[in-house]
């Protein structure tokens, strides 16, 4: 159970050193670490139908499950494993899963970011 406390404590961390980003930027963001740490803006919770950046945030599963089309996946996915693996930024059509079952096709960019020696995923979604 503390692991879940710990990344939760930590995504509030990333959450404040981002927060002018992610309460600025007209984009819809959400940052990555994994399937239980995830942190929105009110742009993205929008984009995808839910009450508020903590409702989509506190979603439980697989992410791409959850909220990635399935002919998005395998994009996605190879996207973040390369950032992971070699710091590569990346430019990607992703079509998400809204909570009422609908889709809506965007524009991601993908960009790795480090806090505290943990590497994460930052995203900027511009719907299409």
Known sequence: MSHDHDHSQFMQEVEQEYSEILADSDQ???IFLDDS????????????????????????????DLFVD???QR????????AMQSY???????????????????????VPIVYKGHLLAMHFVEKM
Do not use: P
Request: charged share 20%.
């Open 28 to 30: 819809a963001i959400y």
């Open 75 to 82: 994009t996605l996915v190879g996207s973040y494993q390369e």
């Open 88 to 110: 590569k930024g990346s430019t990607n059509t992703i079509v998400w899963k809204k909570k009422d079952g609908s889709t809506v096709n965007t524009q991601v960019i993908l």
């Open 37 to 64: 740490a995830k942190i929105c803006n009110k742009k993205f919770s929008d984009l995808l139908g839910y009450e508020s950046a903590q409702a989509w945030s506190e979603a439980n599963g697989s992410f791409t």
């Open 70 to 72: 399935d002919a998005s």
